[in-house]
Structures are given as C-alpha cells and as structure tokens.
C-alpha cells in the first residue's frame, strides 16, 4: 500500500461529497463555461475520425462499434507555459489518452479541456464513460475489480490525479448533485497485465 494512499482517500472523500450534495459548501470548481472551435484564437484543434479496435471495443463493453470516433489533439498556438490535452470521443465516451498543464499555466484547467473536447461534437448531456488508459500511479495498488461509491477504494481513487481530473470534470460540467460516478472499473486488455485501464460510469442522480 502506498504511503500516500490515506491522502488519496481523504481526498477522493470530499470531491465525492461534492460531487453528490448540492448543498455541500466549499466546492472550488464552478460550473465551465470554456468551449473549443476547430478555429479557436488560442488553440491549435487537430479532429480526426478513427475507428477503434474491434477487441478494444469488446473489452470495453461499447455497443457503438459502428460509430466513428474523433481523435482530438489540442495544443497551445503560441509560446507559452505547455499544455495539451489529447484523447478520443465517440457517442456516449470520451478517452483521456494524454494530458498535461505546467502549474505556471493561466491556461483552463484538464477537466475543462475534457469538457470542451466532447462538446465539439457531441451533446454533453449524452457522454456515460470516460476511459483513462495506461494508468501507472495505481497500478500497483489496485487490481481488476468495479469499485462501488461505499467502498474506501473507491475513495482512494477518486483522489488519486486521474481520479481527480474526472471528478473535477464531472463539477465543472454539471455542478453539484445532478451527474455522479456510479462505479470505478479497473482492468486491464489481453495479457499485459502492465496496462491498466480505468472506467469511470456517469449517471444523472
């Protein structure tokens, strides 16, 4: 067990309590009203349309196959402290892939990126998972198993900074008690057992 694991659940805690109470007091993450064009003044937004792994798509349990999927790439367009937020979104999904902001940055914050990055092109109201693959700070704490929103690990991955990017963004696009994460799935793909997946399930309250 990690040192800082009694962080991560203190942590994962108090986001939930955000999350699932309108009427909890402190929440710092105010509802965003950042959104993305493919022209954006600031932002270079590459879109592609892909389609995903027929095995990706069975172990990940989506009916959409069928469905074309973005690969979505932003980027600062001028100098500046880095960001980027790169990741694929289709009907209902969004995958965050790959993601950073400098703490020097002025720039909107991941979970804002998440938010606009869906938007682009489709309905916010319709995304029900988000996928973060290639997890390395949990995955030696934490096996294949669905975490249920009583469980104390549950908690410890909320707070963990994956954990905390989706549940920041959960905040910032409903606000408080409307969407919450019903369950946490870790897995992994195939045999790499090196390669562990995250799922986060939204349901509105």
């Known amino acids: 067990?990690?040192?800082?694991?009694?962080?991560?659940?203190?942590?994962?805690?108090?986001?939930?309590?955000?999350?699932?109470?309108?009427?909890?007091?402190?929440?710092?993450?105010?509802?965003?009203?950042?959104?993305?064009?493919?022209?954006?003044?600031?932002?270079?937004?590459?879109?592609?349309?892909?389609?995903?792994?027929?095995?990706?798509?069975?172990?990940?349990?989506?009916s959409n196959g069928n469905s074309t999927y973005r690969q979505v790439s932003i980027t600062l367009r001028d100098e500046g402290p880095p960001v980027w937020w790169i990741g694929r979104s289709g009907p209902g999904v969004i995958f965050i892939d790959d993601v950073f902001r400098s703490k020097r940055s002025d720039d909107p914050y991941i979970s804002e990126f998440t938010k606009a990055a869906y938007k682009i092109d489709f309905p916010l109201d319709s995304l029900r998972n988000v996928f973060v693959p290639n997890v390395d700070e949990v995955n030696t704490l934490f096996a294949e198993q669905t975490w249920e929103p009583s469980s104390s690990e549950f908690n410890g991955l909320l707070g963990t900074g994956i954990g905390k990017i989706v549940t920041t963004f959960v905040l910032c696009a409903w606000g408080q008690g409307r969407k919450r994460i019903a369950r946490i799935i870790t897995f992994h793909i195939d045999a790499d057992i090196h390669k562990l997946y995250m799922r986060f399930d939204l349901e509105y309250m």
């Not at 067990?1 to 909890?24: S, T, V």
């Not at 993305?36 to 798509?57: C, E």
Request: proline share 6%; aromatic share 12%.
């Open 1 to 62: 067990m990690a040192d800082n694991y009694p962080l991560w659940e203190k942590i994962g805690r108090r986001l939930q309590k955000w999350i699932e109470n309108y009427r909890a007091s402190g929440c710092p993450y105010p509802i965003s009203t950042f959104t993305l064009t493919p022209n954006h003044r600031d932002y270079i937004v590459d879109r592609t349309s892909v389609r995903l792994d027929a095995n990706l798509l069975t172990t990940l349990n989506l």
